[in-house]
């Protein structure tokens, strides 16, 4: 015989594993997480379900309860399932736990609780008013769906991931700076699936007074993708209007200065949570110097240049044991390249 209790839990993993399965339909990368909801009645039947489409949209329980009321279902007394704590705040939307409360729920079981100080509170806010909560449920498969935002959030700015090419001997460009191509097409295409996972492209002045880059995202065949990242360049330098960087395939933000920490906080503030930093040395060594790199894709080519700029400028590393060593999470060939996936060791 199953006990209650055991069979209780067996039916909030299932309710929460669909509010999860809801909540990987929402957009990616976006500035909020993703999150499901769904809404039984007090006689346990399923009668709403939502799903955040991303900032600026309803909330996925404001969503959820919109549809139990679309189909004249009634919530008062019943259960709502949320891949992350409800809201407390008045933030582009209202408060959700405030609309659970409104609308009669019974109950809560949430996953992950909300790592956002300003919006967190909703389960303390439900207990307040009498509602059981149940915290915590699935909460390590809710945060691997949102991980990114969830360590921005902790970090207090964007999770950066320094993406840097380059020849077996370790430099990006050839004696005379030409450095089309150090990799190979496979390598190349790899990069834009990167981009594409990441909300904003960052290079320094310099990269993109040498190379001209476009920054955009695009597919093998060359043509734009539907989602760009923003386009950042960071530096003093002053670009040619006709830069390809300024062009109107993407947004594009000039930062002035190279401090890393004021250039994260930047975009932060417009709701970056992951950048892809390409270079070029000089702003690499800066971010990597400033310990404001979180993980490293390398493509290492079989290609020997003998001379050239370094893919990394100065660290200020003068012996071995000073050396910047990194945890290698993933080694993959791509086509004729190696991509090598790491992380700067906690010190
Ligand atoms: C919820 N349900 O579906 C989501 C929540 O700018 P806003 O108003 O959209 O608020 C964004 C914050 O709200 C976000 O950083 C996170 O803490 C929380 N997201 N909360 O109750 C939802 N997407
Ligand atoms: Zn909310």
Not at 70 to 83: E, K, L, M
Not at 99 to 123: I, K, T, Y
Not at 180 to 199: K, Q
Not at 208 to 231: E, F, I, K, N, V
């Amino acid at each position: 015989m199953v006990d209650e209790d055991q069979h209780d839990q067996q039916q909030d993993e299932r309710y929460l594993r669909e509010a999860l399965e809801l909540a990987a339909r929402g957009p990616l990368p976006d500035p909020n997480p993703r999150v499901g909801c769904v809404l039984l009645d007090a006689a346990g039947a399923v009668v709403g379900r939502g799903f955040h489409a991303g900032a600026g949209t309803a909330h996925a329980e404001v969503v959820a309860l919109a549809d139990a009321a679309a189909r004249g279902a009634d919530v008062r007394g019943g259960t709502a399932y949320v891949s992350l704590e409800p809201c407390a705040h008045t933030g582009r939307t209202g408060p959700c736990a405030q609309a659970l409360l409104d609308a009669g729920v019974a109950r809560v079981v949430h996953a992950q609780s909300d790592p956002d100080p300003v919006a967190a509170g909703g389960a303390d806010l439900l207990r307040a008013a009498g509602v059981p909560v149940d915290s915590g449920v699935l909460a390590d498969e809710a945060e691997a769906l949102n991980a990114v935002w969830t360590r921005s959030v902790r970090l207090g700015r964007p999770v950066v991931t320094w993406k840097v090419a380059a020849s077996l001997d370790g430099r990006s460009a050839a004696a005379d700076r030409t450095s089309r191509w150090v990799t190979g097409a496979a390598a190349r295409a790899d990069v834009h699936d990167l981009r594409a996972r990441c909300d904003a492209v960052v290079v320094g002045t310099g990269t993109a007074l040498a190379d001209d880059p476009s920054l955009t995202t695009r597919w093998p065949d060359g043509s734009l993708r539907d989602r760009q990242p923003l386009r950042v360049v960071v530096g003093d330098r002053d670009l040619p209007s006709r830069a390809a960087v300024l062009d109107a395939a993407a947004p594009t933000l000039v930062v002035r200065g190279h401090d890393p920490a004021a250039v994260l906080e930047t975009l932060h503030g417009k709701g970056i949570r992951h950048v892809l930093l390409e270079g070029g040395p000089t702003l690499a060594a800066a971010f990597l110097a400033a310990g404001l790199v979180d993980e490293v894709v390398a493509y290492v080519a079989p290609v020997l240049l003998g001379a050239g700029p370094s893919a990394v400028g100065d660290l200020g590393i003068t012996t071995i044991t000073d050396a910047l060593r990194l945890e290698p999470t993933d080694v993959t060939v791509v086509g004729v390249d190696v991509r090598v996936t790491a992380r700067p060791r906690a010190t």
